[in-house]
């Protein structure tokens, strides 16, 4: 069945580190893709998203792009800061299921200064 | 502000009471989804609306749960017989059209059960 598999934390970074969070998806069609995030003692917010193959989802200084050939989505920061600390989810949207997300377990990322 | 609201924030219960959760989304946004989120652990599907039409329920909406979106504005979830496995973040989240847009959430309702 559809499903998705996140890199787990925790993980720690120093300020202006590279930031890579594995996601993975196993699907019978083509989902749409997302990543929210949630931030300490707060709602889940959409990050960045794509919709189709070789997409390129992008929102303050994340990126992440559709790779249909390996059924990723990896987001990635080239210089994370402090107030990059939270929760982030990769959630998938497969068609035909009422168009529900499917959440990842989570991976904590922690700046320190 | 025009967000999807939830309440309350937090409620703590005994255990064998029921509770209510209430979700407000963004105005004209025909789809409303709920999910729970256990702690250390992504939100998982509970149910799902359109308009007025509960079109789809998961597995781990056992009987005690009921969900309602009485004319296709607010939803209600409601938690009959609470049970300490019930414990967790209750979301809300709302969108439009009819596929692949983008769900907003709610603030979430915190589910203590003692």
């Known amino acids: 069945g559809d499903s998705v598999t996140q890199m787990e934390g925790p993980v720690t970074l120093s300020e202006e580190a590279f930031l890579t969070i594995n996601c993975t998806y196993t699907?019978?069609?083509?989902?749409?893709l997302f990543w929210y995030v949630q931030y300490p003692g707060e709602g889940l917010q959409l990050l960045l998203k794509a919709t189709k193959a070789d997409d390129k989802g992008s929102n303050k200084g994340f990126e992440a792009t559709y790779r249909k050939e390996t059924t990723s989505f990896h987001l990635e920061k080239g210089s994370v800061q402090v107030s990059d600390s939270a929760v982030y989810f990769c959630a998938p949207m497969f068609g035909g299921s009422n168009y529900k997300l499917t959440f990842g377990k989570g991976t904590l990322l922690t700046v320190n200064p | 502000d025009t967000g999807v609201s939830q309440d309350p924030r937090h409620k703590i219960t005994k255990r064998g009471q029921n509770v209510t959760f209430r979700c407000d989304p963004i105005?004209?946004?025909?789809?409303l989804y709920w999910y729970r989120q256990t702690l250390g652990q992504g939100p998982e599907f509970l149910t799902y609306?359109?308009?007025?039409?509960?079109?789809?329920k998961s597995r781990l909406l056992s009987d005690r749960f009921s969900a309602e979106r009485p004319k296709g504005s607010f939803s209600t979830l409601e938690i009959q017989r609470t049970e300490q496995g019930d414990s967790a973040m209750y979301l809300c989240?709302?969108?439009?059209?009819?596929?692949?847009?983008?769900?907003?959430f709610g603030p979430g309702t915190r589910l203590l059960v003692l």
């Open positions: 699907a019978t069609g083509y989902p749409s």
């Open positions: 105005s004209e946004h025909n789809r």
């Open positions: 989240a709302s969108t439009h059209g009819s596929g692949w847009e983008t769900q907003y």
């Open positions: 609306f359109q308009n007025e039409a509960q079109l789809e």
